[in-house]
T-cell receptor, first 116, second 114 residues
Framework: AQSVAQPEDQVNVAEGNPLTVKCTYS??????LFWYVQYPNRGLQFLLK??????LVKGSYGFEAEFNKSQTSFHLKKPSALVSDSALYFCAVRDRLTGGGNKLTFGTGTQLKVEL | DTGVSQDPRHKITKRGQNVTFRCDPI?????LYWYRQTLGQGPEFLTYFQNEAQLEKSRLLSDRFSAERPKGSFSTLEIQRTEQGDSAMYLC????????????FGPGTRLTVT
């Protein structure tokens, strides 16, 4: 079985400060990991993914995420937050093994609020 | 617009009625997925198609739910005898064949069962 935990329901950060949104995962084998963002009244938008290779993955809008196998984490980061980054962020995992199928398993989401 | 589209965007129905939703994936994508999202939760997988074949179904997909993708292009999700617990956002996503490929989501259909 595969699962994702996002321990923070909400993260508040001042504009210009670095932000981190936490995610930990559990899979039987090795993971494919994803971050998606959801703005009000809009669909989920893909931000970035970890498949293999470098543990630091760069994605859209200046976001990056660091894969840490020993801690089973895939935290989302951005060096300098913008008010426009305020949205709901979802971490998702897919197990590389056949038993994981092709479905994504999502966390419960973290609401990011960036204030002036 | 070359993204995933869903129709309708909103549906209000009375308990016991049947509803059908449509999803049009990105044209070259051969995989199509349905998810359900309730308030305060992340999307939950319902089913997925590779071309016209339905390859996996979640236990969440009760007998009242049926999905089709007859020509390997658009897909429909039907809910029969709707219940209040079916109220949710129904999301469709598509991807290229390949386990590494990210899924692209449509805007969703919000179902309210009264």
């Amino acid at each position: 079985a595969q699962s994702v935990a996002q321990p923070e329901d909400q993260v508040n950060v001042a504009e210009g400060n670095p932000l981190t949104v936490k995610c930990t995962y559990s899979v039987s084998g090795n993971p494919y990991l994803f971050w998606y963002v959801q703005y009000p009244n809009r669909g989920l938008q893909f931000l970035l993914k970890y498949i293999t290779g470098d543990n630091l993955v760069k994605g859209s809008y200046g976001f990056e995420a660091e894969f840490n196998k020993s801690q089973t984490s895939f935290h989302l980061k951005k060096p300098s937050a913008l008010v426009s980054d305020s949205a709901l962020y979802f971490c998702a995992v897919r197990d590389r093994l056949t038993g994981g199928g092709n479905k994504l398993t999502f966390g419960t989401g973290t609401q990011l609020k960036v204030e002036l | 617009d070359t993204g995933v589209s869903q129709d309708p965007r909103h549906k209000i129905t009375k308990r016991g009625q049947n509803v059908t939703f449509r999803c049009d994936p990105i044209s070259e994508h051969n995989r199509l997925y349905w998810y359900r999202q309730t308030l305060g939760q992340g999307p939950e997988f319902l089913t997925y198609f590779q071309n016209e074949a339905q390859l996996e179904k979640s236990r969440l997909l009760s007998d009242r739910f049926s999905a089709e993708r007859p020509k390997g292009s658009f897909s429909t999700l039907e809910i029969q005898r709707t219940e209040q617990g079916d109220s949710a956002m129904y999301l469709c996503a598509s991807s290229l064949l390949g386990r590494r490929d990210e899924q692209y989501f449509g805007p969703g259909t919000r179902l309210t069962v009264t």
